[in-house]
């Protein structure tokens, strides 16, 4: 559950998150009727906060939730830009998605691997290298996960 004090003309409103609503200034606000639209992997709503509207970003994918009014963080007090996910990271999300071949394991390690990718390849405070050596071995990961599992498995039934 997110919260945020947010100073609008001179006056201070609270904001918070509960569930699929937002709370604010002790009036609840379901999400689905505020106004939306899809921008990159966020789901943005607009969020009347005083005088202004609010920017409201919520990823369902990785989880989370800001709040940003004229481009600053609420939480942080930094400027704020919604991050995009790259192009290259399609790459990677194919190749978590032939893991959904090896039953429910591999479908597991699939839908793992996509979330971490998102999250990563995503994350602008790693430069553009680390993030793609980090995806690279999510995915290792995952192979040698099934793999191993496998083996287990085969030398447990032939033993």
Known sequence: MAAWSVVVDG??????????????????T????LMSRKEGIYKVYQVPVGGKTAQCYVNTWVGGMKLAI????????AA?????????AYVFMVIHCLNFLNGALGALLAIVGIMATISISSNTRLSVPVRILLDIAMVAVCIIVVFAVAFALASALYS
Do not use: N, Y
Request: glycine content about 10%; proline content about 8%; charged content about 30%.
């Open 70 to 77: 004229d481009g600053i963080d609420c939480a942080t007090g």
């Open 30 to 33: 379901k999400l689905k009727d």
């Open 80 to 88: 704020f830009t919604p991050p995009e996910m790259p192009k290259w």
């Open 11 to 28: 006056q201070v409103h609270q904001v918070r998150s509960k569930g699929a609503s937002l709370i604010i200034d002790g009036e609840k």
